[in-house]
């Protein structure tokens, strides 16, 4: 079975840029994975057929297909082939995989570098290095980098108030938010609101 995935292009994040250009998993050298022939059977299925339905758990279905490829391709390659600094490295790590996953599970721009290492166990300087080391970026960029791809989703796909982004972003008031996004994308907020509207 062979399939691809698309995004977007114009995200400028470390999990894009390490994706490998392909995963093959051999089932013949895979016994363990039984689970992912199954996961395959019923995506063909549902694919061959119009069901009522089909085409949301087809969606489904190749997002947690996508995530247990990339474990698997972790698991089997913990090293990886991008050296010492690779996010999907990152993901494996103890520390800096819990700091992620601290970060991406963030509702409002509350955690701070200092925090992100406590709550791996780590001071502030050892975290920083490490997560620099691993992910190619200092924790506070990724931090900004993060929220800022999350206000730009927000801008685009739900009508939340500009204020209310810009808050859960980090910021305090509209104006510096308006002015951090356009640094960061180029574009005004409300512009980046109106062409996900228009398209």
């Known amino acids: 079975m062979c399939g691809s995935f698309s995004y977007d292009s114009s995200l400028n994040h470390p999990f894009l840029r390490d994706l490998p250009a392909f995963i093959h998993i ?9 689970w992912l022939r199954m996961l395959t059977k019923v995506l063909a299925c549902e694919s061959r057929t119009s069901s009522p339905g089909s085409t949301v758990i087809i969606d489904r279905l190749t997002e947690v297909l996508f995530i247990q490829l990339l474990r698997t391709h972790i698991k089997n390659n913990p090293k990886t082939d991008c050296g010492n600094i ?9 520390q800096i995989g819990q700091a992620l996953n601290l970060i991406h599970s963030e509702t409002t721009a509350t955690l701070s570098v200092e ?21 190619g970026i200092p924790p506070k960029t990724y931090l900004l980098n993060w929220r800022m791809q999350k206000a730009k989703t927000q ?10 982004i810009a808050e859960n972003s980090g910021y305090s008031s509209e104006a510096a938010f ?21 398209s």
């Open 178 to 198: 308006s002015k951090a996004f356009k640094q960061f994308f180029n574009i005004t907020p409300g512009k980046a609101r109106r062409g996900a509207l228009a």
């Open 115 to 135: 925090q992100l290492g406590s709550r791996v166990a780590m001071s502030r300087t050892s975290f920083t290095e490490k997560f620099s080391k691993l992910i």
């Open 26 to 34: 051999k089932a013949a050298e895979t016994p363990d994975l039984d």
């Open 86 to 94: 690779c996010y999907l490295s990152a993901l494996n790590d103890p």
């Open 155 to 164: 801008l685009e796909t739900t009508q939340n108030p500009m204020f209310t």
